[in-house]
């Protein structure tokens, strides 16, 4: 977007060498092996081939968003969770900091479409709702049970509801049946 590249863009060389043939990944496999922080693309674009400079950059994934809801004299807190980034975990705990701040009287978690990802995450997001002594996962290897305890200090006492799919997955199962068994969440969705 920086760089005014589009969707619909086609990408036919990087730093004069033609791309053409390369996988996605091959592709992005030579940007992250170039020691230079400025590269020169060649793109066509309907019928026009235009040059465009990049600079490579850390991008931060934005994988929380939220907002208060009033309805009926009650304050709802919404944050929805797009995917369980390396950094969702400080960007949820922030969000519901501020929130916790403001006030509300119940929480929806929206993990919905939601495929997972990094295991820490999700288990730092349920260490803000659960002590120590809760259980948050356990794993059976052959008859042999690993608990895994929150890391937490506190025990929520508001109602959450937490949004789930068909597509909620992996971190996503984690946290609803975790927070469902131990906050007496209530999960809404299949």
Same mark, same amino acid.
């Given at each position: 977007? +920086? #760089?005014?590249?589009?969707?619909?863009?086609?990408?036919?060389?990087?730093? =004069? $060498?033609?791309?053409?043939?390369? /996988? !996605? *990944?091959?592709?992005?496999?030579?940007? +992250? #092996?170039?020691?230079?922080?400025?590269?020169?693309?060649?793109?066509?674009? =309907? $019928?026009?081939?235009?040059?465009? /400079? !990049? *600079?490579?950059?850390?991008?931060?994934? +934005?994988?929380?968003?939220?907002?208060?809801?009033?309805?009926?004299?009650?304050?709802?807190?919404?944050?929805?969770?797009?995917?369980?980034?390396?950094?969702?975990?400080?960007?949820?705990?922030?969000?519901?900091?501020?929130?916790?701040?403001?006030?509300?009287?119940?929480?929806?978690?929206?993990?919905?479409?939601?495929?997972?990802?990094?295991?820490?995450?999700?288990?730092?997001?349920?260490?803000?709702?659960?002590?120590?002594?809760?259980?948050?996962?356990?794993?059976?290897?052959?008859?042999?049970?690993?608990?895994?305890?929150?890391?937490?200090?506190?025990?929520?006492?508001?109602?959450?509801?937490?949004?789930?799919?068909?597509?909620?997955?992996?971190?996503?199962?984690?946290?609803?049946?975790?927070?469902?068994?131990?906050?007496?969440?209530?999960?809404?969705?299949?």
């Amino acid at each position: 977007e +920086k #760089a005014k590249l589009q969707s619909g863009d086609i990408i036919l060389k990087l730093d =004069g $060498e033609s791309v053409e043939g390369l /996988s !996605i *990944t091959d592709f992005s496999s030579k940007v +992250k #092996a170039s020691q230079k922080q400025t590269m020169a693309l060649v793109i066509k674009r =309907g $019928e026009q081939e235009l040059e465009v /400079s !990049i *600079t490579r950059e850390i991008v931060q994934l +934005k994988s929380v968003a939220g907002e208060i809801f009033e309805k009926n004299n009650k304050r709802i807190a919404y944050i929805y969770i797009s995917i369980f980034a390396a950094n969702t975990d400080k960007q949820f705990s922030e969000l519901l900091t501020s929130f916790e701040k403001e006030g509300f009287d119940s929480l929806i978690i929206d993990v919905r479409d939601n495929s997972g990802g990094h295991l820490t995450s999700v288990e730092n997001i349920i260490s803000l709702f659960l002590n120590k002594t809760k259980v948050m996962y356990q794993i059976d290897d052959k008859g042999s049970i690993t608990k895994h305890y929150s890391k937490g200090t506190k025990n929520v006492k508001y109602p959450i509801a937490i949004l789930i799919n068909g597509i909620s997955a992996s971190a996503s199962e984690m946290l609803a049946a975790s927070l469902q068994e131990q906050c007496k969440a209530t999960l809404i969705g299949e």
